[in-house]
């Protein structure tokens, strides 16, 4: 059940990926905020591997390395709970993804952010667990591509890119030597039982006229 779950949702999430950047509701959704790379010159690429963009919606957490730590700004207060640092790149073809790290967070909104929230949830604190990751298109040709198109826990919850609270326009196309890099991330449900492994599958690579030129891959992140 579990793979044939998996089969369907990738079906689901590769015609879907490539129009994404067309749907007036993800458009309106979205923030027009990513790091692009057109045969750039190494200083300019250099300036983009420094750059950061903050999530106009959620906590900085760059700062939160250990378990425990917390931090508050603006946009609410955050504590780490787990976190995997992976800093580990994947091939899929063309596409080089680079999973920075994973991480567990104890999030709460501040009062001001409430109404975004609640598109997700109408919890006022909750869990989130969200992925760094660069993707960047070695080819001369554009892509489409998702680099967390599906997430499920060892505990069975599962998540699509739909569900992603982020918005930072990861998925769909990517340009031709393109690079994107950003958060991904999912309001866990409440559970008795905690997070002590997540499942990560990127979508299939397609070419321009949507033909799969390289097969999803799955990534398995543990907690300690």
Known sequence: MKHAWLLLSLTIVLS??????TEPAQIEKKQEQKTETA?????????AE???VPNPQI????????PGQTVKDDKGAAELKA?????QTIKAGDEELTIKDVKIIEHTPAYSMIDFFHTFTHDETFDIIKAEVEVKNTSDQPVYFSPVAMLETNSGQRFDWESDIYLEDLNGELGANQTKKGNIGFILEHS???VKS???LTSDVLN???KTESKAQKITVPFK
Do not use: F, G
Not at 39 to 44: C, K, L, M
Not at 59 to 66: F, G, I, K, P, Q
Not at 83 to 87: K, P
């Open 50 to 52: 420094d750059s950061y």
């Open 192 to 194: 008795e039982e905690p």
């Open 83 to 87: 976190i995997s640092s992976l800093n």
């Open 208 to 210: 321009a006229n949507q």
């Open 16 to 21: 879907a990926c490539s129009a994404q950047a």
């Open 59 to 66: 906590t900085d957490d760059r700062s939160l390395l250990e």
């Open 39 to 47: 045969a750039p010159s190494p200083s300019n690429q250099k300036a």
């Open 198 to 200: 997540v499942t990560m």
